[in-house]
């Protein structure tokens, strides 16, 4: 059974910083794609960034040089640090399990002016 619990979500003000992160069992991060999206009311869960297996990493152009995946394959974790936080990252952001399509319950995350 695949389980992803996410932590690490609050409220900052804007141009502050949060590393959120995901805790997995039940799968193995050394072969596994692992990705963060993000939602808001009344919109379409959107890929923020993934990792693939062998740590190639990918960003929606939004958080380019602002946020970065990692993961740790021996503690099956995997992180989104979040730099230069903008209102608009306003969001409950998910860890999931790209390879085997497994989500997390989500962690609010809120950025104020």
């Known amino acids: ?19 959120l992160s995901c805790a997995a069992s039940g799968i193995s991060f050394s072969i596994y794609a692992m990705g963060w999206y993000r939602q808001t009311p009344g919109n379409q869960r959107e890929l923020v960034a ?40 306003t969001a409950v952001y998910y860890c999931k399990s790209v390879t085997t399509g497994n989500w997390g319950q989500g962690t609010q995350v809120t950025v104020s002016s």
């Open 50 to 89: 993934s990792i693939t297996n062998d740590g190639r990493e990918v960003y929606v152009d939004s958080v380019k040089g602002r946020f970065t995946i990692s993961k740790d394959n021996a503690k099956n974790m995997v992180y989104l640090q979040m730099n230069s936080l903008k209102p608009e990252d």
């Open 1 to 19: 059974q695949v389980t992803l619990v996410e932590s690490g979500g609050g409220l900052v003000q804007s141009g502050g910083s949060l590393r």
